[in-house]
């Protein structure tokens, strides 16, 4: 009984202490401060018969030193505290405030004892009491002060009720402490932290706010099992998406639930910063290391302008103003087409407006929100916007991105993507905007679809844009964003939520992926880059590693606890319309270097990349695209779009040139008087008769290539392959091409998938087998010539596994007297990884017959983005050829020319040659000279060679080629 009274009046005078204010703070200092200089005065003497000498002197000192502390403290707003949530920084501010009061009372006390002078035989006080004093007061006040706290705990002891889960905190920094004060603070969230880990070894053991460090992540499973932990919690916001896989994978493998901090990017964004804990998320696997920005640039760029935001409303765009918006730009116009994600995107701002009202001075200016609905098609409508509101600066998000959806609606993604911006960049001449920002996609790098066709056609008109207008009209181009309307992290989550199962179109399927607030902070970065060349720029962003779709879904399907293949089943539907099995950063002509910032590139000549008559085609696409002709839009995309090439849309040669000349002739009869811009549209007529084989029926095709074996209308282009070390021609390869009489030369990529689909790809390649054999037999017949010098072919998978290849080969041989050892096939490594069973058949035939073998496009497939796999089929080769995008990308990306290293030490290994392929500058000539290959292939060491040997071709680049 007598426990529980005494217990009673703890709590209430718990209670008591838990209820003080300022108020009764302000009167227990003042008792405090009368009390101090006595007793620091019998500390100092220990002789309460001294003690009577001081009285007189004790009697001022305490006057002085309590008025002294009162002010100071009162001054400095010391009184104005909240100490139910006092910490260090408060005890900081307490020491502060009693030195400065200790230095006050020396003076005081010194000018006192000067002017009284030798009137006094002693001083008044020991000249030690006020530091004395300042160190009771500074226990004494701080004492009571942090007595609130440690009630305060106690009582949420005494009051936990709620169940708490053990939790082992990873990270061990600011973060981690911060979650575990959040934790003790609030014990409604149920967490009870028991131990932190750390990679830190110089923390090991340390004792945090009463929790120990035990070990690193990789003592996860024994500290679990050792402490009964049921979370784990990562408090890393800034940690790569490597660290959070490997501690996800390990907590998983031994069933422990995992949460994590939000990343670093959402702790920014205001509308997530109420969260404290999180479910780890898909995201946080694919985090990469945190953006260096130029905040002060972006802030200084953006800062008292108008700026407006085309798709505002849309994922991209809705974060383009979020991060615009903490830039302080005068006014934003959130310009976007659907009136619900306008208007959610101007609520969540205004709501961030209401709170810096509140915060900031009356006469401080803030950001006026302007929702605009409009359709970029709308001329009038969006003439408005620029009339109304003169922009500084326009962010052109809006588009329809939807590849297959494009693909079935290839008039949209004209009047939207092409026409739409267009008009933008129209009036944002006409009304003098300085900056234009347009975010495009890798879709547009040699594009199999519409939508990439488009996107990249309006690339094209922002560069003319900018020539024309002398202003820093740029582009910004990136690959997928997770969170994004259009990604397919919410279409696995739907179909995981209904049990699966999980829908893949390919299993080989890759995309390169960034959060949105990471693309948009490179976008921002990127439009500070721009505001330095007024000649148009287009900025690629570094994407990092491309990730499997497979491997997306399979993470998924883990982090919501389920098994693949026991729980939820993968799919596999096949590519859809206009999909592609890996996206491409580079395009041909494009020449790329580094910016001020590690992760954007710039395509330096990209100003130079626009074709001719531009205006004029787009004018046609229009029109094409206002009646519906999808024949005509693909066939002029395919005329336009420097690598544009789809099977999944079959044009009608003839239609569509009839639809062209009439939408000519309509424009001529609207306007007779045009006699000029007759001639440039007949200008415009050549390039589309020259019709792309591709396009026209199996049938067609198939006439076209047995007429041109009967005709003798396919060639041999030798390209030399070089030895670095010598500068001597080592080989040829022999490239492909069909002289058409009508069409020009056409380069293989336009006809061999219709010859395989036709059967015709067999005979084309016995051609070409005997047209090599004949040309090495008349090198060797010349004297001047170097009789060691073989000749190299590109062997595909379908004519590798025919069964008549072997005899084929060995028949010409003979016939023609030639030494196997001259002639190399190049077998691509995709055959070898995909299909090893067929390789591991053909393979020791062809070297029985004393052919050399080649594996071609090495590190296109996998080995790019990682090592060399292991191979037994390897020692079959005698050299490897690594794939142009490899070499292309070594001199601009330190990343890449690792990886580049790391394939070439250890194919050689294997004991392979090494040939480097695609070397177009003398950049990547010295890098790939300093990894020590053997040979190096490219349009920089030598242009093609004709089959008769007599002069070098022009460029490829430079010829009539389709």
């Not at 920014?268 to 479910?279: M, V």
Request: proline share 4%; glycine share 6%.
């Amino acid at each position: 009984m007598r426990l529980k009274k005494l217990n009673k009046k703890l709590i209430k005078l718990d209670k008591k202490l838990l209820n003080l204010n300022n108020r009764h703070f302000l009167i227990l200092d003042t008792i405090i401060f009368s009390l101090t200089p006595l007793l620091g005065i019998i500390l100092r003497l220990d002789d309460f018969v001294a003690l009577e000498e001081y009285r007189n002197g004790l009697i001022v000192a305490t006057i002085i030193f309590s008025l002294i502390k009162l002010v100071v403290f009162t001054s400095c707003g010391f009184y104005k505290r909240y100490w139910k949530y006092a910490s260090i920084e408060e005890l900081t501010e307490i020491a502060a405030l009693i030195a400065v009061a200790v230095i006050s009372e020396i003076i005081v006390l010194g000018f006192l004892e000067y002017l009284l002078g030798n009137s006094v035989e002693k001083y008044l006080v020991p000249r030690s009491l006020p530091l004395l004093d300042g160190i009771l007061t500074f226990i004494l006040v701080g004492g009571i002060r942090f007595s609130i706290r440690a009630s305060e705990r106690a009582n949420l002891k005494k009051k936990n009720f709620y169940r708490r889960d053990r939790v082992l905190i990873v990270g061990a920094g600011d973060a981690g402490v911060s979650i575990l004060q959040e934790m003790r603070r609030n014990p409604k969230l149920g967490f009870n932290p028991v131990a932190f880990i750390d990679d830190d070894p110089q923390k090991l053991g340390l004792n945090i706010r009463g929790v120990s460090v035990l070990g690193n992540r990789y003592q996860i499973p024994e500290i679990v099992a050792s402490y009964s932990i049921r979370q784990v919690v990562i408090a890393m916001p800034s940690a790569s998406g490597k660290t959070i896989r490997e501690i996800v994978d390990v907590s998983q493998a031994i069933g422990i639930k995992v949460n994590t901090m939000p990343s670093t990017n959402e702790i920014l964004d205001n509308s997530n910063r109420a969260n404290i804990l999180r479910e780890v998320k898909i995201e946080d696997l694919l985090r990469r290391e945190p953006i260096q920005t130029d905040a002060q640039s972006v802030f200084s760029l953006l800062e008292g302008k108008t700026v407006l935001i085309s798709g505002a409303g849309g994922s991209i765009g809705s974060e383009l103003c979020r991060q615009i918006f903490r830039c302080r730009p005068s006014q934003m116009i959130l310009l976007g087409h659907g009136e619900n994600s306008v208007f959610n995107i101007r609520e969540e701002l205004e709501q961030v407006l209401q709170i810096l009202k509140q915060e900031t001075k009356p006469d401080k200016e803030l950001t006026e929100l302007t929702p605009f609905i409009a359709d970029l098609r709308i001329k009038a409508r969006l003439e408005d916007a620029f009339r109304l509101y003169q922009p500084d600066i326009v962010f052109h998000a809006a588009a329809h991105k939807h590849v297959p959806l494009m693909e079935l609606n290839p008039p949209e993604a004209i009047t939207n993507n092409v026409l739409g911006t267009k008009n933008l960049l129209d009036f944002s001449i006409k009304y003098h905007v300085n900056n234009f920002v347009m975010i495009s996609t890798d879709k547009a790098v040699n594009p199999t679809n519409v939508m990439g066709a488009s996107k990249r056609t309006a690339e094209m008109l922002v560069l003319q844009a900018a020539k024309t207008s002398g202003r820093p009209y740029a582009v910004v181009r990136f690959g997928n964003v997770l969170g994004s309307r259009g990604s397919v992290v919410p279409t696995f989550k739907r179909q995981i939520a209904k049990g699966g199962p999980v829908t893949i179109t390919h299993p080989e399927i890759c995309r390169y992926f960034m959060t949105i607030p990471e693309a948009v902070q490179l976008v921002l970065q990127a439009s500070v880059l721009s505001n330095k060349n007024s000649q148009g720029q287009i900025f690629m962003l570094n994407m990092g590693q491309p990730v499997k779709i497979v491997d997306l879904a399979k993470d998924l399907i883990h982090l919501s606890g389920y098994e693949v293949g026991k729980d939820i089943e993968i799919v596999f539907t096949g590519l859809r319309p206009g999909e592609k099995l890996y996206e491409e950063l580079l395009v041909a002509g494009e020449e790329y270097q580094p910016t001020a910032h590690e992760k954007v590139l710039v395509v330096k000549n990209a100003s130079h990349i626009i074709p001719e008559n531009l205006d004029l085609t787009i004018e046609i696409l229009g029109e094409a695209a206002e009646r519906n002709d999808i024949n005509l839009i693909v066939f002029l995309l395919d005329r336009l779009v420097v690598g544009y090439a789809t099977k999944y849309q079959q044009i009608d040669v003839e239609r569509a040139q009839e639809s062209f000349e009439k939408i000519i002739s309509e424009a001529c009869e609207l306007n007779p008087l045009t006699t000029d811009l007759n001639i440039d549209f007949n200008s415009q007529v050549k390039l589309p008769t020259l019709n792309s084989l591709t396009r026209l029926t199996v049938g067609e095709i198939e006439r076209g290539l047995r007429q041109a074996l009967e005709n003798e209308e396919f060639c041999l282009y030798y390209q030399p392959v070089m030895d670095l070390k010598t500068g001597a021609i080592k080989e040829f390869e022999a490239l492909l091409r069909w002289n058409h009489p009508k069409f020009g030369l056409i380069m293989p990529q336009k006809f061999m998938a219709t010859a395989e689909e036709s059967g015709m790809l067999i005979p084309i390649q016995r051609w070409i087998i005997e047209a090599i054999c004949i040309q090495l037999k008349t090198w060797q017949q010349e004297a001047s010539f170097d009789s060691n010098i073989s000749i190299s072919i590109n062997i595909s998978s379908q004519q590798l596994l025919q069964t008549s290849l072997v005899k084929h080969l060995k028949y010409n041989l003979e016939t023609h007297q030639i030494n196997p050892q001259l002639l190399s096939l190049e077998i691509s490594e995709y055959l070898i990884t995909e299909n090893p069973r067929a390789a591991m058949t053909v393979l020791p035939q062809l070297k029985r017959l004393g052919i050399r073998l080649q594996i071609d496009n090495f590190g296109k497939v996998a080995s790019i983005y990682g090592r060399v796999q292991p191979n037994l089929l390897y020692r079959e080769f005698d050299r490897v050829k690594i794939d142009r995008y490899l070499v292309n990308s070594i001199d601009r990306d330190q990343q890449m020319g690792d990886v580049f290293q790391n394939i070439v030490i250890e194919l050689e290994n294997y004991g392979l040659e090494i040939t480097a392929t695609g070397i177009e500058n003398i950049a990547q000539l010295n890098k790939v000279r300093e990894v020590a290959c053997d040979y190096g292939q490219g349009y920089f060491l030598a242009q093609p060679l004709s089959s008769n040997n007599v002069a070098r071709s022009k460029s490829i680049e430079s010829q009539n080629i389709l």
